[in-house]
């Protein structure tokens, strides 16, 4: 899942160069599973912020089909 959102959603942000994925060969450690997710949720919060806004009395996303 993670790697979806990196390749499809974040793949024109430029937090992505900082986001990493677990290798399925070594057993990462729970630190380590934690870090990334913890990546993942700050530069998705970034994604929203950007592209979510308020339009009036409701919010929307802003896309390149509705801006």
């Known amino acids: 899942m993670l790697n979806e959102v990196k390749e499809e959603v974040l793949i024109d942000d430029p937090s992505i160069e900082y986001l990493d994925l677990l290798d399925d ?3 990462p450690q729970n630190s380590d599973a934690v870090l ?3 990546q ?3 530069a ?3 994604f929203k912020s950007k ?4 339009d009036g009395y409701t919010q929307r996303w802003y896309t390149k089909e509705k801006p």
């Open 25 to 27: 060969e070594t057993l």
């Open 51 to 54: 592209y979510y806004k308020r």
């Open 36 to 38: 990334i997710l913890g």
């Open 40 to 42: 993942y949720q700050a």
């Open 44 to 46: 998705l919060k970034q």
